[in-house]
């Protein structure tokens, strides 16, 4: 079971990256298998680059009052496109701007295929906590 909540979330995160190519200014994706790639080396990086990057900029986080993660998260996002043949990250306006329309639209795919099949149990990996 736990193998089809990480080809469906990996499926939307796929989807959104496909979205956000039609949306965000400076985001170009060739193919589906492309975004594929894309979305599983953005979750590679998310999940071992990233930590180390927020944990290395945390004085400068405070100082900027969270800015600063902004700029990490869409650090993050270009180094995927730099790793990925296919996917590209143009300018500030796509690095920046790219990752925010991504988590919008990743947790509303996620969301309408966590409706359609409620026994895989998804959670969307890009939505902010609650609590």
Excluded: R
Excluded at 59 to 72: D, E, F, K, Q, R
Excluded at 96 to 111: D, H
């Amino acid at each position: 079971m736990n193998m089809m909540v990480t080809f469906f979330t990996l499926l939307a995160t796929a989807l959104s990256l496909l979205v956000i190519d039609l949306t965000v200014p400076g985001i170009d994706i060739a193919t589906f298998p492309a975004a594929l790639i894309a979305a599983a080396v953005i979750g590679a990086i998310n999940s071992f680059v990233k930590p180390t990057l927020l944990q290395l900029s945390l004085p400068l986080n405070y100082l900027t009052i969270g800015l600063s993660s902004v700029a990490i998260n869409g650090l993050c996002f270009w180094l995927a496109a730099v790793l990925v043949p296919g996917f590209s990250v143009h300018g500030l306006i796509g690095a920046i701007a790219g990752p925010i329309v991504l988590s919008f639209v990743n947790t509303f795919v996620t969301k309408y295929l966590a409706e359609k099949n409620p026994a895989l149990k998804i959670e969307p990996s890009y939505e902010i906590e609650h609590k």
